[in-house]
């Protein structure tokens, strides 16, 4: 039996704020202040606001991850958030898994750019998977509690890996049935304060 808890973690929309980096490159190459949306475009992409066509979307955002370093540049959502990460990951009560679907064509360095990211924030030698498959993943990996901001990967979760417990992080876009249906986090304090709970 494993001794520590393995606690997984999503990237963009938990702890990165790709949505900030990704709106000023938006406005920047599209000359626009705001977004417009449509229905059909959140359904789509499932989880994010933008309020932008589908095609200006999917070319802007392809322009956008070819920035050089933009993975490395891109802020985090919350300090307090990263502090607390950093304090658990030195309590070594842990075990730390991330993993982000972040795969974009063409940009070959991305998980280099994602290891400098988490190495400026004090976040060392954690595994790192780039992976769509986040339920399987989680599975093969063992993973008891996986946070993260997408509808799709927590009903991914639920699907392919049974012992994992999925963790919602609130965010204006997560629909209302993943609020009710797995424990909800308002930030990384209480997402511990879940897991905490229930080993
Ligand atoms: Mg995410």
């Given at each position: ?6 606690i ?44 932008q ?8 955002i ?10 490395v ?13 950093r ?9 730390i898994?991330f ?34 498959n986040?339920?399987?993943l989680c ?18 979760i ?12 609130n ?10 249906s ?7 304090v209480?997402?511990f304060g879940i897991?905490?709970?229930?080993l």
């Amino acid at each position: 039996m494993k001794d520590k808890p393995h606690i997984g973690f999503d990237l963009d929309g938990v702890i990165a704020d790709w949505i900030y980096s990704y709106t000023k490159h938006s406005h920047k190459v599209n000359g626009t202040k705001t977004m417009r949306t449509t229905d059909s475009d959140i359904e789509q992409f499932s989880l994010y606001p933008w309020y932008q066509p589908r095609d200006e979307f999917i070319s802007t955002i392809k322009s956008w991850a070819k920035q050089p370093n933009v993975f490395v540049k891109m802020p985090h959502i919350d300090s307090s958030d990263i502090n607390y990460l950093r304090a658990m990951q030195n309590l070594n009560a842990y075990d730390i898994s991330f993993i982000t679907a972040r795969n974009p064509p063409g940009v070959h360095d991305v998980r280099e750019q994602t290891r400098a990211w988490l190495d400026k924030r004090g976040l060392h030698d954690h595994p790192l998977y780039l992976s769509k498959n986040k339920g399987e993943l989680c599975d093969a990996l063992g993973i008891d509690f996986f946070i993260d901001d997408s509808d799709n990967n927590i009903e991914d979760i639920i699907l392919h890996s049974p012992k994992t417990v999925p963790v919602a992080m609130n965010r204006s876009y997560v629909s209302k049935s993943t609020k009710r249906s797995v424990p909800t986090a308002n930030n990384l304090v209480e997402y511990f304060g879940i897991v905490r709970s229930r080993l």
